[in-house]
């Protein structure tokens, strides 16, 4: 915008009986001369606030804050002055505003929306975050709210040098590419490099090939295939750990496809615990290719495994991985079934340790379950005492196009997470071959939210017989499922009545009705037994 003059600021040196009168007159002066887009925010003090006042109210805050938390550390409460909630530094909830209070200390910029707070991961950071540590590492005078944002400014600028270093590593690897591999793409990376950097780069971090090759692995997808990520790992919002996991989850796509799926989870990913982010970078990478999903899942499974090593406690532990998720499912009911027998039985211990005594029990043939006699473990459990099978409440949520095979979408299963549309669909046919299942399906839109959700079982033989073939039109059978119309009016202002099918034949009824444009739900059914179930969403 074009420069005007503006009016000379008060001099604080001239007359002191002027000094505020001048100040106001330059503020008005100023304020008159601002155009439309040099407005001061809405919660902008007036020129002529008293700031005397505001430095009061601020100093009795923090004083009824320290007070507080000295009553509570009296009484063996958990003390301290407030802190605020969520993850901090910039654009995250955490500092999204400053709290009201006195702050005095050197760590003043670290408190909820300083600037200090709000600051991205780099070399100046780590300075301004030292200084207010002190050099004894204590914040003197500084309260939990301020501590809490430097632990927050420190976890940034780790990332920050995490990120420096794996560049570092990146062009290592661009001096070193295999022969017959150029530099290529914008990021000027060959697409593999000489072996004899891993070695070279274990050595001067001491440790091992396998820990060398990943960190190199992670350098080069965020140079050539997460740029995204990388930008979020250089400025704080991401640590290691989670550039980590995305860069795991789209290790089978393409670079196209990579920045299709990390642009899905970025917007929340700082803020997402590890967990949290794993399954949601694991359904963005389903939705982006779901083939490649499914081939990835079919190619891990050959490398099946069990294994074992102790435990730094002196115990030991036994794992299974990669193995067929319905027999995962199945094996994890029994061992909850004999855990179940071992507690009526008065075995001691919470549920995990019984899970545990069970899953050796199963193992090994033994019963462990308490004996009035007093005598020792038998041999193995009784039959019918652990059942197996994949059956009990299964929980599915999968979108409608995807049961009626109109769509290849993620689903996820209660326990197990994202899981890609042919291994949902897997999964619901095992269940479905128990006819003890209880069937809880939560059916998504196309944006993915809920639209509803109920639970019911199949029906039985006579009522198949009763309600006679599925109408012609609207149905697709086949080895899965199929949802079809039936003609029958559901609850009202919904959707009209749907019956689902299930493997071998059987039929569950489910009507769907939308309560607002808002809210939905599902109601299952058998037939002519109402078994009602609702979930709202958008």
């Not at 999204?96 to 707070?117: I, K, N, V, Y």
């Not at 094996?331 to 050796?360: H, N, P």
Request: with cysteine; net charge neutral.
């Amino acid at each position: 915008m074009p420069q005007r003059p503006v009016a000379p600021g008060p001099r604080w040196d001239d007359d002191p009986g002027r000094v505020e009168e001048d100040w106001l007159a330059w503020c008005e002066a100023v304020e008159e001369q601002l155009g439309p887009d040099e407005d001061d925010p809405g919660d902008a003090a007036p020129w002529d606030a008293d700031i005397d006042a505001l430095i009061a109210e601020c100093r009795q805050i923090t004083v009824e804050e320290a007070a507080f938390a000295a009553r509570a550390a009296r009484r063996g409460l958990p003390g301290g002055t407030p802190v605020a909630d969520g993850r901090r530094g910039p654009g995250q909830p955490g500092s999204a505003q400053r709290r009201p209070g006195e702050f005095r200390s050197r760590a003043a910029g670290f408190a909820a929306g300083m600037l200090l707070d709000t600051m991205p991961g780099c070399g100046a950071l780590a300075g301004f975050a030292a200084e207010a540590a002190g050099d004894d590492d204590r914040y003197e005078g500084a309260c939990d709210d301020e501590v809490a944002g430097a632990i927050a400014a420190w976890d940034r600028v780790e990332a920050y040098v995490a990120a420096r270093k794996l560049a570092a590593m990146a062009e290592f690897i661009r001096r070193r590419p295999r022969p017959g591999s150029p530099l290529e793409g914008p990021a000027r990376m060959p697409e593999s490099w000489d072996e004899s950097i891993s070695a070279e780069v274990a050595g001067v971090l001491a440790e091992s090939r396998p820990a060398a090759d990943a960190m190199l692995g992670l350098a080069c997808d965020l140079e050539v295939k997460l740029p995204g990520t990388k930008a979020a790992f250089y400025d704080g919002t991401l640590r290691q750990s989670k550039a980590a996991i995305i860069a795991s989850a789209t290790a089978v796509l393409d670079p196209a496809e990579a920045r299709a799926a990390e642009a899905k989870v970025l917007d929340r990913a700082g803020r997402l615990t590890p967990g949290a982010l794993r399954a949601a970078i694991a359904r963005a990478v389903m939705e982006v290719a779901p083939k490649k999903a499914k081939k990835r899942r079919e190619a891990a499974a050959r490398d099946a495994r069990v294994e074992r090593w102790a435990e730094d406690s002196g115990n030991a532990a036994l794992a299974g991985h990669e193995l067929p998720p319905d027999e995962v499912l199945a094996a994890d009911q029994r061992i909850t079934a004999w855990a179940r027998e071992l507690k009526k039985s008065g075995l001691e211990g919470d549920m995990d340790v019984l899970r545990a005594r069970a899953f050796l029990d199963l193992l090994l043939g033994k019963d462990s379950r308490a004996r009035q006699d007093g005598a020792g473990p038998t041999a193995g459990p009784a039959a019918g005492a652990a059942p197996g099978g994949f059956a009990g409440r299964v929980t599915l949520t999968v979108p409608l196009a995807n049961v009626t095979r109109l769509a290849d979408r993620p689903g996820e299963i209660s326990g197990i997470g994202p899981v890609d549309p042919w291994l949902a669909r897997d999964l619901a046919n095992a269940a479905a071959a128990n006819p003890k299942t209880t069937w809880c399906i939560t059916v998504t839109d196309e944006q993915g939210h809920a639209v509803g959700h109920g639970c019911a079982r199949p029906e039985p033989k006579s009522h198949r017989k009763r309600a006679g073939p599925a109408p012609p039109g609207g149905a697709r059978d086949g080895p899965g499922f199929s949802f079809t119309a039936i003609g029958e009016p559901g609850p009202p202002g919904g959707y009209g009545a749907w019956r689902l099918r299930i493997p071998g034949g059987g039929r569950t009824c489910w009507s769907l009705s939308t309560r607002s444009p808002r809210r939905s739900a599902i109601t299952g059914s058998r037939p002519r037994a109402m078994i009602p179930g609702s979930s709202s969403g958008t």
